[in-house]
T-cell receptor, first 111, second 111 residues
Framework: KQEVTQIPAALSVPEGENLVLNCSFT??????LQWFRQDPGKGLTSLLL?????REQTSGRLNASLDKSSGRSTLYIAASQPGDSATYLC??????????FGKGTSLLVTP | NAGVTQTPKFQVLKTGQSMTLQCAQD?????MYWYRQDPGMGLRLIYY???????DKGEVPNGYNVSRLNKREFSLRLESAAPSQTSVYFC??????????FGQGTRLTVV
């Protein structure tokens, strides 16, 4: 069974800092990896999706990388803002149809 | 521009009661999913439907049934609710492409 681990579980940073969230997975045979954001009491919003053949994807201040052979992905957030405070979830899609999720990193950006 | 719509948003049940959680998507997606999210456990797959007329068990199917009524709708039924089914339930859908889209969730409490 594919296991997805996210480190750290929680992170608090002052506004303006650059930060990195980590995701690791046990089986490198994946189709893609997706990063989501979840605000308290809300659903999941897709941030970035990386296909297995890709190394990275960028959207605004966010950059996600994928090293499939080592089973790792990172989400880089540049110049963090209080509005970035949320839980960030990493999910991989192995063979088959469904996503396997990590438990998330809870991010707090303080003014 | 509704995307994935779940009803109800909140529900309180007594142990032993039954109910159906509704999910509808307007993106013409083939695949639909039901997940539950519990503190410290992350999101776990309950059931999924790869196409209209097909359903398959996920990681935690016990105590649940599903119906893929048509391409748009995928319902989750609790026949006899138990306190262990207190959770936040998310429905998701995906087209042939890789990206999954999630609803806003249903918060269910079983007392």
């Amino acid at each position: 069974k594919q296991e997805v681990t996210q480190i750290p579980a929680a992170l608090s940073v002052p506004e303006g800092e650059n930060l990195v969230l980590n995701c690791s997975f046990t089986d490198s045979a994946i189709y893609n990896l997706q990063w989501f954001r979840q605000d308290p009491g809300k659903g999941l919003t897709s941030l970035l999706l990386i296909q297995s053949s890709q190394r990275e994807q960028t959207s605004g201040r966010l950059n996600a990388s994928l090293d499939k052979s080592s089973g790792r992905s990172t989400l880089y957030i540049a110049a963090s803002q209080p509005g970035d405070s949320a839980t960030y979830l990493c999910a991989v899609r192995p063979s088959g149809y469904a996503l396997n999720f990590g438990k998330g990193t809870s991010l707090l950006v303080t003014p | 521009n509704a995307g994935v719509t779940q009803t109800p948003k909140f529900q309180v049940l007594k142990t032993g009661q039954s109910m159906t959680l509704q999910c509808a998507q307007d993106m013409n997606h083939n695949s639909m999913y039901w997940y539950r999210q519990d503190p410290g456990m992350g999101l776990r797959l309950i059931y999924y439907s790869a196409s209209e007329g097909t359903t398959d068990k996920g990681e935690v199917p016990n105590g649940y049934n599903v119906s893929r009524l048509n391409k748009r709708e995928f319902s989750l039924r609790l026949e006899s609710a138990a306190p262990s089914q207190t959770s936040v339930y998310f429905c998701a859908s995906r087209a042939e492409g890789p990206e999954a889209f999630f609803g806003q969730g249903t918060r269910l409490t079983v007392v």
